[in-house]
Nanobody
């Protein structure tokens, strides 16, 4: 079964760190751009970061300088390292395999991140 599975979510205090992983099974993504999105309660899903198939990264202004996206194609896994977390980072975080000309897109099921004191 093709799927993306996120892990690493949890609860932290403001200023803390978390590292999320997204492992692909049944699919590969070496030719795809990959990304992280998040959805806070009562809000629209928003883009957080993207890493291209060539390793070029882009970040939303709200997380720039605090979050780092990376990928390991050999392990079929992408990561999101999050530092200096703020309460407004609280959300469900989803990984995304963007579609390419030859492959369809996929969403993971999400992992919850809560930042509170």
């Amino acid at each position: 079964q093709a799927q993306l599975v996120e892990s690493g979510g949890g609860s932290v205090h403001p200023g803390g760190s978390l590292s999320l992983s997204c492992a692909a099974s049944g699919i590969t993504f070496s030719i795809n751009d990959m990304g992280w999105f998040r959805q806070a309660p009562g809000k629209e899903r928003e883009w957080v970061a993207t890493i291209s198939r060539l390793g070029i990264t882009n970040y939303a202004d709200s997380v720039k300088g605090r979050f780092t996206i990376s990928r390991d194609n050999a392990k079929n896994t992408i990561y999101l390292q999050m530092h200096s977390l703020k309460p407004e980072d609280t959300a469900d975080y989803y990984c995304r395999r963007f579609p390419s000309r030859a492959t369809q897109g996929y969403w993971g099921q999400g992992t919850q991140v809560t930042v509170s004191s």
